[in-house]
């Protein structure tokens, strides 16, 4: 079992950045894949990024390739998620899930392990 936590959300002006951060402790991290996910208020959770457990490949969703940059570190059980020129749209609770696979998870439904969350607000 892994257990995640998020950090580095907040407010941002839109077209600014943030660095959200997954930080997981308990079981061997280098075999999970991990994917980023988000919630907005009234609206399902949606996959944003994810990235195989050797950080090898990675998969975006369409709102977000060439703005967000998912990466990890295995030797400090940490995957990141770059956002750059974030819009008012990707407001949400983000949210960074695990599961061990062999390559990039994109389905919600496979995941096993989910963090609380971290809070991102965007404004115009």
């Known amino acids: 079992q892994v257990d995640l936590k998020e950090s580095g959300g907040g407010l941002v002006q839109s077209g600014g950045d943030l660095r959200l951060t997954c930080a997981a402790s308990g079981g061997l991290f280098g075999t999970y894949a991990v994917g980023w996910f988000r919630q907005a208020p009234g609206k399902e959770r949606e996959f944003v990024a994810g990235?195989?457990?050797?950080?090898?490949?990675?998969a975006y969703a369409d709102s977000v390739k060439g703005r967000f940059t998912i990466s990890r570190e295995n030797a400090k059980n940490t995957v990141y998620l770059q956002m750059d020129n974030l819009k008012p749209d990707d407001t949400a609770i983000y949210y960074c899930a695990a599961v061990v696979r062999f390559g990039v998870v994109l389905d919600i439904n496979e995941y096993e392990y989910w963090g609380q969350g971290t809070q991102v607000t965007v404004s115009s």
């Open positions: 990235i195989m457990w050797s950080g090898e490949r990675t």
